[in-house]
């Protein structure tokens, strides 16, 4: 698959690492925000996100990343974690940074559009911006883990949330448990 993964500056930056460790073997084209930078050396101990050479890296100001095009082809987008922020402006069709221009081509060239949200509480204003999202045709797969294969690490509570992104980008893996799956 030939997949963009977009990181933005909400909680999470697990998240978006376990994903690119479980993406070997796609073509994959990546887009951090400034603050998704920060966030990452904060919740990583200082680390910076571990990217293969093999996927390309673009500024979040430059709109001469492939992707911000509906003429280039790619297979789907992932935004992991998404702020409340980058939601809400991909869902007001603002174009104001790659991010958000390339969810915008996603979504006008119905291309598989996934949004990883990290929030909680929720406000009214960021139920309304997923309804809208869904009614545009985005995927909405908030980062809320499961419990039912009974996580020991925090990895593995992170990797209930990954295997359902991985399933809806179609990749196969074996990061958690299925539901009422035998153990062996």
Same mark, same amino acid.
């Given at each position: 698959?030939?997949?963009?993964?977009?990181?933005?500056?909400?909680?999470?930056?697990?998240?978006?690492?376990?994903?690119?460790?479980?993406?070997?073997?796609?073509?994959?084209?990546?887009?951090?925000?400034?603050?998704?930078?920060?966030?990452?050396?904060?919740?990583?101990?200082?680390?910076?996100?571990?990217?293969?050479?093999?996927?390309?890296?673009? /500024?979040?100001?430059?709109? $001469? %990343?492939?992707? #911000?095009?509906?003429?280039? !082809?790619?297979?789907?987008?992932? =935004?992991?974690?998404?702020?409340?922020?980058?939601?809400?402006?991909?869902?007001?069709?603002?174009? /104001?940074?790659?991010?958000? $221009? %390339?969810?915008? #081509?996603?979504?006008?060239? !119905?291309?598989?559009?996934?949004? =990883?949200?990290?929030?909680?509480?929720?406000?009214?204003?960021?139920?309304?911006?997923?309804?809208?999202?869904?009614?545009?045709?985005?995927?909405?797969?908030?980062?809320?883990?499961?419990?039912?294969?009974?996580?020991?690490?925090?990895?593995?509570?992170?990797?209930?949330?990954?295997?359902?992104?991985?399933?809806?980008?179609?990749?196969?893996?074996?990061?958690?448990?299925?539901?009422?799956?035998?153990?062996?």
């Amino acid at each position: 698959m030939k997949l963009v993964v977009a990181i933005t500056g909400a909680s999470g930056a697990l998240y978006a690492q376990r994903l690119l460790d479980h993406l070997r073997g796609q073509e994959v084209h990546l887009v951090l925000s400034d603050y998704a930078k920060e966030v990452a050396a904060l919740e990583l101990d200082g680390a910076k996100l571990v990217v293969s050479d093999d996927v390309v890296c673009y /500024d979040n100001r430059s709109m $001469r %990343a492939p992707f #911000v095009s509906g003429s280039a !082809r790619f297979d789907a987008m992932v =935004v992991i974690p998404c702020s409340m922020g980058t939601l809400g402006r991909i869902a007001s069709g603002t174009s /104001d940074d790659t991010i958000c $221009r %390339a969810a915008d #081509v996603f979504l006008k060239e !119905r291309r598989k559009l996934i949004l =990883v949200p990290r929030e909680t509480p929720y406000s009214l204003i960021h139920v309304r911006n997923m309804e809208r999202l869904l009614e545009a045709g985005a995927d909405i797969i908030p980062a809320t883990p499961s419990f039912y294969s009974r996580p020991q690490t925090v990895q593995q509570v992170v990797d209930t949330v990954v295997a359902r992104v991985l399933d809806h980008l179609g990749i196969e893996h074996n990061l958690a448990k299925r539901w009422m799956e035998d153990k062996s």
